[in-house]
């Protein structure tokens, strides 16, 4: 290919339906993402066979919207990128198939990519900002996934550890049920950190002393720990008020020991 290209990309890995179009690999002329947080907000976490359901109603719209937003149609567009994994089979399934049938219909080339390799490369697309130089040492911290990898090169890379249980984010949503916040877990934990004392509790901290791993069991036993010393009747992974417990102080010193 050559370096005046537009890139149309598809992603549907999760519970977020999205599509953008990227020129010159690193220009992004239009971005569309359909959320579907408020949905599973209910179930305290991603109810796959609803995130399906989700991409298949809304996927079409998605990709429309997001050629509009570009001011192009299929016929300027040069490739066709979509997530192939790793993520929800059902979720990944609808992405794929669009994808397909697209490239099918228009003649144009399909790529399938690794979607953490994805997040690796989303600092190319960060603007006005220097070009990334090589080595690179990349941590990945997605909702499924908690990686460091080194990045010796373009499509090099050495997995150097990770986590040995949870991922961060699957840690951040498990201590927020128990803090009887709201899903996702991040932004309200994050929101919740912000009038509370990082130092008022000496959580462990997440990554494992010696090594390239981390490990959020202890941290999030941690966490129940102090709730359970208090609250000894609560009833975990409610959404509901918790009255006197000092919500903002966990809530600040568990994002501490994470990041």
């Known amino acids: 290919m050559s370096e005046d290209t537009r890139i149309l990309g598809i992603e549907t890995s999760c ?11 690193g220009h992004i002329i239009s971005s569309i993402v359909a959320s579907q947080a408020a949905m599973h907000a209910q179930y305290g976490g991603v109810f796959p066979e609803m995130a399906s359901r989700a991409h298949i109603e809304t996927i079409y719209q998605v990709i429309s919207n997001t050629l509009s937003q570009a001011h192009v149609g299929l016929e300027a ?103 009887g916040l709201a899903y996702p877990g991040g932004p309200a934990i994050q929101q919740a950190a912000e009038n509370g004392d990082p130092e008022s509790f000496k959580f462990p901290r997440a990554w494992l002393e010696g090594t390239w791993n981390f490990s959020f069991s202890g941290l999030k036993t941690a966490v129940l720990r102090e709730v359970r010393e208090r609250q000894p009747e609560l009833e975990a992974g409610v959404e509901a008020p918790r009255p006197g417990l000092p919500i903002a102080n966990l809530a600040a010193a568990f994002q501490t020991a994470v990041v």
């Open 15 to 25: 519970d977020e339906t999205a599509a953008a179009v990227v020129e010159n690999g």
């Open 77 to 179: 567009i040069d490739a066709i990128a979509v997530t192939r994994g790793p993520g929800l089979a059902g979720s990944l399934v609808v992405g794929m198939n669009m994808a397909k049938g697209l490239a099918l219909g228009s003649g144009l080339p399909l790529l399938g990519i690794n979607h953490l390799e994805a997040h690796l490369y989303s600092i190319w697309l960060v603007e006005d900002e220097p070009e990334p130089s090589f080595p690179l040492l990349g941590l990945i911290v997605s909702g499924g996934h908690t990686e460091l990898v080194l990045m010796r090169d373009h499509l090099t890379y050495q997995r150097l550890g990770g986590t040995l249980d949870d991922a961060a984010g699957e840690a951040f949503d498990k201590v927020a049920r128990l803090l």
